[in-house]
């Protein structure tokens, strides 16, 4: 089973080539927040937990997060691979994910980035925002959330360094230039 991570900052466009990657390969797409919204519009156990969690106004935790993951893995288990969207998103993530897959015979296969200049991101998202008519989204809102993706990241990308499955591809041009960069480098 080949197991994608797709890294990016906010605005970089991970969501658009994680569907994109899953669909050339034959993988599973995996967001954690449509399975979050997912869960909870079904009212599964899971999904009880997770609206318990938001309704009090706090993040899923590091270990529900894992659990939930755990659950697609194995729901999924004849799928050749995942593209994970968006996860992990911290060290600790990281380490239970490298945990959980390591319990079912199976590895992180290759870490991608999208690298893209925050002028460039800022740009993205204002316009986003304006099509979607965010107004919280202002120019200092994002580049805050810039500097939070920034901050968390870092050790995530060490530790992805030193395991020699991290690769950064830029993430500028074309949705499909963009997309024939990153399906040079994947080797199922």
């Not at 995996?30 to 318990?52: C, F, H, Q, W, Y």
């Not at 993951?69 to 060290?91: A, H, I, Q």
Request: net charge negative.
């Amino acid at each position: 089973m080949f197991n994608l991570i797709l890294f990016g900052p906010p605005g970089a466009g991970k969501g658009t080539q994680a569907i994109k990657i899953a669909e050339k390969f034959g993988w599973k797409h995996v967001s954690t927040g449509d399975i979050l919204r997912a869960e909870v519009s079904l009212g599964t156990p899971l999904g009880l937990k997770v609206r318990a969690v938001m309704e009090a106004g706090h993040l899923v935790s590091d270990e529900l997060l894992i659990e939930i993951m755990e659950s697609v893995f194995v729901n999924n288990s004849t799928v050749k691979g995942f593209v994970l969207d968006g996860f992990p998103r911290t060290l600790k993530q990281a380490q239970e994910l490298d945990q959980m897959l390591e319990k079912h015979g199976e590895t992180v296969s290759l870490v991608l980035a999208l690298e893209v200049n925050e002028d460039e991101l800022v740009k993205r998202l204002l316009k986003r925002a304006q099509d979607q008519g965010r107004k919280d989204d202002t120019e200092e809102v994002i580049k805050n959330r810039l500097v939070q993706y920034h901050h968390h990241t870092k050790p995530l990308i060490d530790y992805y360094k030193n395991k020699n499955l991290y690769t950064e591809i830029f993430g500028e041009g074309t949705i499909d230039q963009i997309f024939g960069q990153l399906c040079s480098v994947i080797k199922p």
